[in-house]
């Protein structure tokens, strides 16, 4: 197996450095962790002063439906934990359907084990839950180690979903994760993009293997082109000279195809398989959604092609089976899906989401020279947050869905 292959499932199975934790075998005692909590808020910058009260959000207590879905105006404001913290005034915040799934439980089991192992929440604490991957803001306080950013600066970025999200007045992300806001965009357009900028360059870029300097004339298929990682995807690819094959239902065609998709097929009156059979011989498929069993016979034969999917089994299987069973099965089922394409010379990767505040950078410059543009299906008010959930849960967003925390026409 090559070697780069071993690389990306491994950091991307692994969920980066933060998996190490979960196998630590060398627990702290009740002393140390008195010193270092004492010791927390020397990681802060003396100024501006400490903030203290309460802020407004959306919380779940449960998991569940959209029912969960509370709206508390007595929610503690989040503090600075780590020397490359920062806290950020949420002006703007995007939904996901990652946010679907974490709002009914998914990954709550490797979540929740290093949640409590980097005490990002109150101890053996999950609830209070605050959702949200991704936001636009003004950055209101730095830890001591941040340098690239100050107060003041306005951002767009990401927050793991290791901590409390950003549907909510204020959060607490990391200086990785974020960048500074593109020129020109607005808070709402900025939003709408840090998640899905970072889950697809990790699956194109980091797994795939794709770059500005060797994608052109590349042959890249992407499953359902009209949602918001579909539509960044497409733009992306097409930016950088790839042919770009995509699927979508009929109302949706002419805004892919404005996008640069240059064949996009219709899954509701054209056969999609049959279609992609005739047009087979890609370098790269992106599977957003999973369960297309025809797609490695698409790609090229000896040529080192990839199938990368972002729908998992990784998470789901810790949650049903346990950590480590869940990472055993995790590992079998990922070596047998690789092992079927060796035989022609072809891959099978997992990818997942990844905060990147490299890959913010990137897009923010190619967004500035307008090779990208934010796409917006809709505009909620904070107050909204929950018909806003509705919605994406409807199915059928065309692009991304996004919560204006400055706009007061809230019932």
Not at 239 to 247: D, E, K, N, S
Request: with cysteine; aromatic share 8%.
């Amino acid at each position: 197996m090559e070697a780069g292959l071993l690389t990306t499932m491994a950091r991307n199975l692994l969920l980066q450095s933060q998996i190490k934790y979960l196998c630590s075998s060398h627990p702290k005692s009740h002393i140390t962790f008195l010193k270092q909590s004492s010791k927390r808020w020397q990681h802060t910058r003396a100024e501006p002063r400490e903030l203290k009260g309460v802020m407004k959000a959306w919380q779940i207590r449960r998991y569940g439906g959209n029912e969960e879905l509370t709206w508390s105006e007595s929610v503690r404001v989040p503090r600075i934990l780590h020397p490359d913290d920062i806290l950020v005034s949420v002006n703007a915040a995007s939904l996901n359907m990652l946010d679907i799934r974490m709002r009914e439980g998914y990954g709550r089991a490797m979540i929740n084990a290093v949640r409590n192992k980097e005490r990002l929440h109150a101890p053996q604490s999950e609830f209070p839950l605050i959702l949200g991957r991704d936001f636009s803001g003004t950055i209101l306080k730095t830890g001591m180690k941040v340098k690239r950013f100050k107060s003041g600066d306005k951002i767009w970025g990401t927050v793991s979903p290791f901590r409390q999200g950003s549907h909510a007045e204020l959060t607490v992300t990391s200086e990785s994760h974020i960048s500074k806001i593109p020129t020109n965009l607005t808070d709402v357009e900025a939003a709408s993009l840090p998640y899905v900028v970072s889950t697809v360059m990790t699956a194109l870029c980091d797994v795939g293997e794709l770059k500005e300097n060797n994608t052109a004339s590349k042959r890249v298929l992407i499953y359902g082109g009209s949602g918001g990682i579909g539509t960044f995807a497409i733009q992306l690819m097409k930016a950088w000279g790839a042919i770009v094959t995509t699927t979508c239902s009929t109302d949706a065609v002419t805004m892919v195809s404005s996008l640069g998709a240059d064949h996009v097929i219709d899954y509701k009156t054209q056969n999609v398989q049959q279609e992609l059979m005739n047009m087979k011989g890609y370098d790269l498929i992106l599977d957003i959604h999973g369960g297309v069993d025809f797609s490695f016979d698409l790609l090229k034969k000896w040529n080192n092609s990839k199938f990368v999917t972002i729908k998992t089994p990784f998470l789901q299987n810790a949650d049903d089976y346990g950590i480590v069973p869940g990472l055993l099965r995790s590992g079998a089922s990922l070596t047998a899906n690789v092992l079927q394409g060796f035989k022609d010379g072809r891959s099978y990767r997992w990818a997942m989401f990844k905060p990147s505040s490299n890959h913010l950078l990137t897009v923010k410059k190619m967004i500035e020279r307008e090779e990208i543009r934010p796409v917006l299906d809709s505009e909620f008010s904070f107050k909204e947050a929950d018909k806003a959930y509705n919605k994406i849960e409807e199915g059928h967003a065309r692009g991304k869905i996004v919560l204006n925390m400055q706009r007061e026409d809230h019932p």
